[in-house]
């Protein structure tokens, strides 16, 4: 059953969606590369501390600015632009 549908969603998709080999210049295929899976692990090990940390101390104050900075860090890491 599942290969059936798997089937059935390559036929409708277009061939431009199939492939999977990431492209330096196009801004969604970016995601696809190494270097970001990597950036992406290390922003997720960020984000379980902080977590961490968050309930360790749960003073709203503390959750807040932790969770403010983690946001700000996290868009910094995932950047493209250097």
Not at 28 to 34: E, F, I, N, Q, V
Not at 49 to 57: D, K, N, V
Not at 70 to 75: E, G
């Amino acid at each position: 059953m599942y290969h059936l549908l798997e089937c059935l969603i390559k036929a409708m998709m277009p061939l431009w969606w199939q492939d999977n080999r990431p492209e330096d210049l196009h801004f969604s295929r970016r995601r696809l590369t190494p270097a970001y899976q990597n950036r992406k692990s290390r922003v997720k090990t960020l984000w379980i501390a902080s977590g961490t940390l968050m309930l360790i101390f749960p003073s709203v104050f503390f959750v807040v600015s932790l969770a403010l900075f983690m946001s700000f860090l996290s868009f910094s890491i995932l950047d493209e632009h250097r």
